[in-house]
Nanobody, 121 residues
Framework: QVQLVESGGGLVQAGASLRLSCAAS????????MGWFRQAPGKEREFVAAIRRSGEITYYTDSVKGRFTISRDNAKNTVYLQMNSLKPEDTAVYYC??????????????WGQGTQVTVSS
């Protein structure tokens, strides 16, 4: 029974930065691969980034490579997504997820409720 709560979303201008946080409630998530997905209006939920339980290996979808950085602090049961150089196409609800590799929607054990990120021109 792991509950994930996202925070840090908001409305920003293109080129700005945001840092999303995902805090686990009640249990440690140190045994899970953690990640972020996003879903834009009218589109399917898509993978954004993942980080293995050790934090040594990360994965990113091509569209965010070089701009987004995923990290985790297992002592705080928290995963982060640093988003730089934001673009309007990054606008979506961002969901924190805990699961196993490969981090696909069918391998997710726990989902957060989502946090809205809106990037304007």
């Amino acid at each position: 029974q792991v509950q994930l709560v996202e925070s840090g979303g908001g409305l920003v201008q293109a080129g700005a930065s945001l840092r999303l946080s995902c805090a686990a409630s009640g249990r440690t998530f140190s045994t899970y691969t953690m990640g972020w997905f996003r879903q834009a209006p009218g589109k399917e939920r898509e993978f954004v980034a993942a980080i293995r339980r050790s934090g040594e290996i990360t994965y990113y979808t091509d569209s965010v490579k070089g701009r987004f950085t995923i990290s985790r602090d297992n002592a705080k049961n928290t995963v982060y997504l640093q988003m730089n150089s934001l673009k309007p196409e990054d606008t979506a609800v961002y969901y924190c997820a805990a699961g196993a590799l490969p981090l696909r929607t069918e391998n997710i054990d726990y989902w957060g409720q989502g946090t809205q990120v809106t990037v304007s021109s």
